[in-house]
């Protein structure tokens, strides 16, 4: 759980994000690490939570990228699970990851090169 990429999310003006999109970011930043890499909870995990349908999720997730909320993560993250039930990795776009990433950082190496 991350708490610094959920409370960025949390404090997201509604202008910028809000509805189920909004829910669904605040799923994944929960999951993220402190910068806002490495989420990956499974589709129906978060309908589950949020006591609607996946693809409902799916549409949340599209529209995140599309604002640049979100984006396709490193995958190796779930290497270790079965490939017929990986999900998807993201990232969750904090402002956080942006800084450091345009100072030439990244996410630490888990050691699955």
Request: charged fraction near 25%.
């Amino acid at each position: 759980m991350s708490l610094n990429a959920y409370i960025w999310a949390a404090n997201l003006p509604l202008s910028v994000c809000n509805g189920t999109p909004f829910r669904v970011l605040l799923q994944l930043a929960d999951r993220a690490d402190d910068l806002g890499y490495g989420a990956y909870p499974h589709i129906s995990t978060i309908a589950e939570r949020l006591e609607c349908s996946e693809r409902t999720v799916q549409r949340a997730i599209k529209e995140l990228r599309e604002t640049g909320l979100i984006r396709e993560g490193d995958q190796r993250w779930v290497q270790h699970l079965d490939s017929r039930y990986r999900p998807t990795v993201y990232d969750v776009l904090t402002t956080a990851l942006q800084y450091t990433e345009e100072r030439g950082g990244g996410p630490e190496s888990r050691g699955d090169s």
